[in-house]
């Protein structure tokens, strides 16, 4: 039987009317199946708990999107397998030392494309962004942990029983740091150290890329990707380290945790801007003072390195994903209270300018204030070979240190072995 024309046409507007409300439901559903997952670092869980209130924060002024935080597992070979499976996490956290393999081998979006829509370059501290940056493509945003990497951490106890003073702001060159060094050794009856004044194997003071711009020795020419590890700079280094420690004091062997000087067995070290908090960790009674770390040529120096935000290839809502991205790298409150329950020290201009107010302790604000007051700062810039480098830097150093193998000698053949596996990866001919 056909329909009367006045139900044909209640008909028609029940279907549009339908039709629209499934359109609309659809929307709806489409909205709550956005859910960011932000893949963090395997850090202690007050760092997941504080980005999850940041987080949260975001949720509530964009109620289209939910975030899923957790930490990557598995370690970066299982990051690699989800990106080969097409699957990888929306945000995923890494340092410096990881974004030019991953961006080499295609893992990172580039975000150049995003950053230009946004006053991100001005938002965030500009030396920061030279950590990210490979091949002339930004594939990070400095945030998270990022800032000063080096201080002069010495005992103050220390200093007091030897009567040595020390002014913070005064830098030193080697030899006149090792002078300070060898007042604060102590030697038992039989000439056996009971504590050293600099151990060079402890805390920061073995690393390459830390090492390089205190002995003024670049570890790589980044315009022609010729190593540098054989220079004159870093052989005098070496060669003044062992006169001065392993010679000077053969029963000492050295190469302890970071920490020993909270252990009172080290008497100065060079350690980040997480030094303080870390050090009272291991004993609350400690009294450190924090000053310029030794150059060779006496200037204040500072190193930028940190952990970033990136986009791997293949994330499903990459706009998304960088409005987080945002959030997190600008928001004050979020990176004071990360400040706060971790010591992470954010890249954000504006939190770099409230920070000073809500710090007292004064070893921490000479890292804050260093990044100002530095005759130059030094930003690790990224490259593939970073880890063999450190690995061939690190054997030669234990050949040097250990007395088995000549300063010189030790740096050429790691020099060698680097050069040829930049060859061997395309960056060399």
Same mark, same amino acid.
């Given at each position: 039987?056909?329909?009367?024309?006045?139900?044909? @046409?209640? !008909?028609?507007?029940? &279907?549009?009317?339908?039709?629209?409300?499934?359109?609309?439901?659809?929307?709806?559903?489409?909205?709550?199946?956005?859910?960011?997952?932000?893949?963090?670092?395997? *850090?202690?869980?007050? &760092?997941?708990?504080?980005?999850?209130? !940041?987080?949260?924060?975001?949720?509530?002024?964009?109620?289209?999107?939910? &975030?899923?935080?957790?930490?990557?597992?598995? +370690? $970066?070979?299982?990051?690699?397998?989800?990106?080969?499976?097409?699957?990888?996490?929306?945000?995923?956290?890494?340092?410096?030392?990881?974004?030019?393999? =991953?961006?080499?081998?295609?893992? =990172?979006?580039?975000?150049?494309?995003?950053?230009?829509?946004?006053?991100?370059?001005?938002?965030?501290?500009?030396?920061? *962004?030279?950590?990210?940056?490979?091949?002339?493509?930004?594939?990070?945003?400095?945030?998270?942990?990022?800032?000063?990497?080096?201080?002069?951490?010495?005992?103050?106890?220390?200093?007091?029983?030897?009567?040595?003073?020390?002014?913070?702001?005064?830098?030193?060159? $080697?030899?006149?740091?090792?002078?300070?060094?060898?007042?604060?050794?102590?030697?038992?009856?039989?000439?056996?150290?009971?504590?050293?004044?600099?151990?060079?194997?402890?805390?920061?003071?073995?690393?390459?890329?830390?090492?390089?711009?205190?002995?003024?020795?670049? *570890?790589?020419?980044?315009?022609?990707?010729?190593?540098?590890?054989?220079?004159?700079?870093?052989?005098?280094?070496?060669?003044?380290?062992?006169?001065?420690?392993?010679?000077?004091?053969?029963?000492?062997?050295?190469?302890?945790? *970071?920490?020993?000087?909270?252990?009172?067995?080290?008497?100065?070290?060079?350690?980040?801007?997480?030094?303080?908090?870390?050090?009272?960790?291991?004993?609350?009674? &400690?009294? #450190?003072?924090?000053?310029?770390?030794?150059?060779?040529? +006496? =200037?204040?120096?500072?190193?930028?390195?940190? @952990?970033?935000?990136?986009?791997?290839? !293949?994330?499903?809502?990459?706009?998304?994903?960088?409005?987080?991205?945002?959030?997190?790298?600008?928001? #004050?409150?979020?990176?004071?209270?990360?400040?706060?329950?971790?010591?992470?020290?954010?890249?954000?201009?504006?939190?770099?300018?409230?920070?000073?107010?809500?710090?007292?302790?004064?070893?921490? =604000? @000479?890292?804050?204030?260093?990044?100002?007051?530095?005759?130059?700062?030094?930003?690790?810039?990224?490259?593939?070979?970073?880890?063999?480098?450190?690995?061939?830097?690190?054997?030669?150093?234990?050949?040097?240190?250990?007395?088995?193998?000549?300063?010189?000698?030790?740096?050429?053949?790691?020099?060698?072995?680097?050069?040829?596996?930049?060859?061997?990866? +395309?960056?060399?001919?």
């Amino acid at each position: 039987m056909l329909l009367s024309k006045q139900n044909q @046409w209640f !008909g028609l507007v029940f &279907v549009i009317t339908l039709s629209m409300t499934l359109t609309s439901l659809t929307s709806v559903f489409a909205q709550e199946e956005i859910v960011l997952e932000v893949s963090l670092h395997e *850090w202690h869980r007050v &760092v997941i708990d504080t980005v999850q209130e !940041g987080v949260t924060r975001f949720e509530e002024a964009n109620p289209g999107i939910k &975030v899923d935080v957790r930490t990557k597992g598995g +370690g $970066w070979d299982a990051f690699v397998v989800r990106a080969v499976a097409g699957t990888p996490p929306d945000i995923l956290a890494f340092n410096t030392f990881n974004v030019a393999e =991953l961006a080499e081998a295609g893992y =990172l979006q580039s975000l150049d494309q995003f950053i230009a829509r946004t006053t991100l370059e001005s938002d965030i501290f500009v030396p920061m *962004w030279e950590n990210w940056i490979w091949n002339g493509h930004t594939y990070a945003i400095p945030a998270l942990e990022t800032g000063p990497r080096i201080g002069l951490v010495w005992n103050q106890d220390m200093l007091d029983e030897s009567g040595i003073s020390i002014d913070p702001n005064q830098p030193l060159t $080697w030899v006149e740091f090792l002078n300070y060094a060898d007042k604060l050794t102590v030697l038992d009856s039989d000439d056996n150290v009971v504590r050293i004044g600099y151990d060079p194997r402890n805390g920061q003071n073995s690393r390459l890329f830390v090492l390089a711009p205190l002995l003024n020795a670049p *570890w790589l020419d980044y315009e022609t990707n010729e190593p540098l590890l054989d220079s004159i700079e870093f052989i005098d280094g070496f060669e003044l380290f062992v006169d001065r420690i392993y010679r000077k004091y053969p029963s000492f062997q050295g190469g302890g945790g *970071w920490y020993d000087i909270a252990y009172k067995t080290v008497a100065t070290t060079n350690l980040g801007l997480y030094a303080p908090g870390e050090i009272r960790n291991v004993d609350p009674n &400690v009294k #450190v003072t924090v000053g310029w770390p030794p150059h060779a040529q +006496g =200037l204040k120096t500072q190193q930028l390195f940190g @952990w970033g935000l990136g986009i791997p290839v !293949g994330a499903k809502y990459t706009e998304e994903s960088m409005k987080l991205i945002e959030f997190l790298a600008t928001d #004050v409150q979020f990176q004071l209270d990360l400040f706060a329950a971790t010591g992470f020290m954010s890249a954000g201009a504006d939190f770099m300018a409230e920070l000073p107010n809500h710090v007292h302790d004064p070893n921490i =604000l @000479w890292y804050i204030n260093s990044l100002a007051e530095a005759d130059e700062v030094n930003s690790l810039r990224p490259h593939p070979i970073i880890g063999k480098a450190e690995g061939l830097f690190n054997a030669a150093v234990g050949s040097i240190y250990s007395l088995e193998t000549p300063a010189r000698k030790a740096l050429e053949e790691a020099n060698r072995l680097l050069r040829a596996e930049l060859v061997s990866q +395309g960056f060399l001919d």
